[in-house]
């Protein structure tokens, strides 16, 4: 079956940059989305086909594509951007959503 | 108000089933491809099952030949009937909007989930 490979985890101090990966042979076909979800809550979209942003989401949160692997990146990190972020994508044939194992943000 | 607000969940022994229900406002379920995702206690997201707005169904292996994805037009209603539940079912299960998706006479580019449900607690435990 297809999978999505994300960093277990990521560390950056408040204001700095966090960039954030997810790697899968079938990103080249099917656009990317990553989800922000913090403890007890439902995930919310924070970047739709591999870099646009939804209304209402920070303008620091940005998406970007290279071949096989797809890049969340915050910039001016803020301690209320700690969470867990999930990419999600398709299969080549576009017939099974997949997500990413999942990567922690800790705002140091 | 765009929301999904879900029901159903609860405890339920092995073997046991479960029908869970999410309930859509705003927006119309048959116009959309719809799906249920689950997170197990302390586990990332897993993508559970959808119905596309034609209506063919899909699972995830895991789940495939026990649960069924449904809908109900009448009442703007997506359903998950859960069979045979196994102790590993045990997770919040959402439902959520897909949207733009996009298909070609070759190809299907699938969407992000826009809106999702708060989530119920399923839980299978003897």
């Known amino acids: 079956s297809y999978e999505l490979t994300q960093p277990p985890s990521v560390s950056v101090s408040p204001g700095q940059t966090a960039r954030i990966t997810c790697s899968g042979n079938?990103?080249?076909?099917?656009?990317a989305y990553w989800y922000q979800q913090k403890p007890g809550q439902a995930p919310v979209l924070v970047i739709y086909?591999?870099?646009e942003r939804p209304s209402g989401i920070p303008e620091r949160f940005s998406g970007s594509t290279s071949g096989t692997t797809v890049t969340l990146t915050i910039s001016g990190v803020q301690a209320e951007d700690e969470a867990d972020y999930y990419c999600?994508?398709?299969?080549?044939?576009?017939?099974?959503?997949?997500f990413g194992g999942g990567t922690k943000l800790t705002v140091l | 108000e765009v929301q999904l607000v879900e029901s159903g969940g609860g405890l339920i022994q092995p073997g046991g089933s479960l029908r869970l229900s999410c309930a859509a406002s705003g927006f119309t379920v048959s116009s959309n491809y719809m799906s249920w995702v689950r997170q197990a206690p302390g586990k990332g997201l897993e993508w559970v099952s959808v119905i596309y707005s034609g209506g063919s169904t899909y699972y995830a292996d895991s789940v495939k030949g026990r649960f069924t994805i449904s809908r109900d037009n009448s009442k703007n209603t997506l359903y998950l009937q859960m069979n045979s539940l196994r102790t590993e079912d045990t997770a919040v299960y959402y439902c959520?909007?897909?949207?733009?998706?996009?298909?070609?006479?070759?190809?299907?580019?699938?969407?992000?989930?826009?809106?999702w449900g708060q989530g119920t607690t399923v839980t299978v435990s003897s």
């Open positions: 959520a909007r897909e949207n733009g998706v996009q298909r070609t006479m070759t190809t299907v580019r699938r969407g992000g989930m826009d809106i």
């Open positions: 079938a990103l080249p076909k099917q656009d």
């Open positions: 086909k591999d870099s």
């Open positions: 999600q994508s398709a299969d080549s044939s576009g017939t099974y959503v997949v």
